[in-house]
């Protein structure tokens, strides 16, 4: 198994650093890290650089997409992975921190027939004291968009071989034969289209083999619930009902 791990990025800095400090730190060292720089205006490809220089034991390489957009960085991560020759893909992003033990966990759905994996996103603690009901707010919205993505006409597919399952971009991983086959991530901004949604709906209809693990774990940024409130995220997540004038919040 040949196991890439792509990480789209814009202007991330001063996050980008703790989640390449975790992949380093992973148990199961045996895989790839690409770091997609999507045009990013601070200094984040001199910290990917700088990172690397300083920690030559994890393979870790850099590429730019200038086209704007979550979709359209982490397509182009994908497709370069398994242009030099990954078998298998995941996905976290640059504000993110995957568990320790998530690359051993992502392998291990792997070898036990999945083909499209993700699992629990926890709320990070690290970026700023957290507030007892804002460690738990998190799970509750992601809970929340887990079961509206369920109800929601739009993922109610007819021709899909199993159910919806919310599987977050930053939290995700799959063979590079589906990822080709599904035709991949929407090449979009994440204020157009969520393309985590769109690329299991497309998986939904070539098989079945997808599915949750629980130790599957990545810590994800609460930034964007401080900067919206709990009402607007969740209109932001239900298809974008609420529109921030700044979606990047940094």
Same mark, same amino acid.
């Given at each position: 198994?040949? @196991?890439?791990?792509?990480?789209?990025?814009?202007?991330?800095?001063?996050?980008?650093?703790?989640?390449?400090?975790?992949?380093?730190?992973?148990?199961?060292? %045996?895989?790839? !890290?690409?770091?997609?720089?999507?045009?990013?205006?601070?200094?984040?490809?001199?910290? !990917?650089?700088?990172?690397?220089?300083?920690?030559? =034991?994890? #393979? @870790?390489?850099?590429?730019? $997409?200038?086209? =704007?957009?979550?979709?359209?960085?982490?397509?182009?991560?994908?497709?370069?992975?398994?242009?030099?020759?990954?078998?298998?893909?995941?996905?976290?992003?640059?504000?993110?921190?995957?568990?320790?033990?998530?690359?051993?966990?992502? =392998?291990?759905?792997?070898?036990?027939?999945?083909?499209?994996?993700?699992?629990?996103?926890?709320?990070?603690? %690290? $970026?700023?004291?957290?507030?007892?009901?804002?460690?738990?707010?998190?799970?509750?919205?992601?809970? !929340?968009?887990?079961?509206?993505?369920?109800?929601?006409?739009?993922?109610?597919?007819?021709?899909?071989?199993?159910?919806?399952?919310?599987?977050?971009?930053?939290?995700?991983?799959?063979?590079?034969?589906?990822?080709? @086959?599904?035709?991949?991530?929407?090449?979009?901004?994440?204020? %157009?289209?969520?393309?985590?949604?769109?690329?299991?709906?497309?998986?939904?209809?070539?098989?079945?083999?997808?599915?949750?693990?629980? #130790?599957?774990? !990545?810590?994800?940024?609460?930034?964007?619930?401080?900067?919206?409130?709990?009402?607007?995220?969740?209109?932001?997540?239900?298809?974008?009902?609420?529109?921030?004038?700044?979606?990047?919040?940094?």
């Amino acid at each position: 198994m040949r @196991l890439w791990t792509v990480v789209p990025a814009y202007d991330e800095e001063r996050s980008i650093g703790a989640t390449l400090a975790r992949l380093a730190e992973q148990t199961d060292p %045996d895989f790839t !890290v690409l770091v997609v720089d999507n045009g990013s205006r601070d200094g984040t490809a001199a910290v !990917v650089r700088a990172f690397a220089a300083a920690h030559p =034991k994890l #393979d @870790l390489r850099l590429v730019g $997409e200038a086209e =704007k957009g979550t979709g359209s960085a982490a397509d182009t991560g994908m497709r370069h992975a398994i242009r030099s020759g990954a078998t298998h893909l995941a996905r976290t992003d640059a504000d993110c921190l995957p568990a320790a033990d998530w690359v051993a966990a992502v =392998k291990r759905a792997f070898d036990d027939g999945l083909e499209m994996v993700s699992g629990p996103l926890r709320p990070r603690t %690290d $970026e700023f004291p957290l507030r007892l009901w804002e460690r738990r707010l998190l799970p509750a919205v992601i809970g !929340v968009a887990a079961l509206f993505g369920r109800l929601r006409p739009g993922n109610r597919d007819p021709l899909a071989l199993g159910p919806y399952v919310m599987m977050p971009g930053c939290n995700m991983a799959i063979t590079a034969a589906l990822y080709e @086959l599904s035709g991949g991530f929407p090449r979009t901004r994440i204020e %157009d289209v969520h393309e985590d949604r769109a690329l299991v709906n497309r998986v939904r209809r070539l098989t079945s083999a997808y599915g949750l693990r629980p #130790d599957v774990v !990545v810590h994800g940024s609460v930034r964007r619930l401080r900067a919206f409130g709990l009402v607007r995220t969740l209109g932001w997540y239900a298809d974008h009902r609420y529109r921030p004038d700044v979606v990047d919040v940094r």
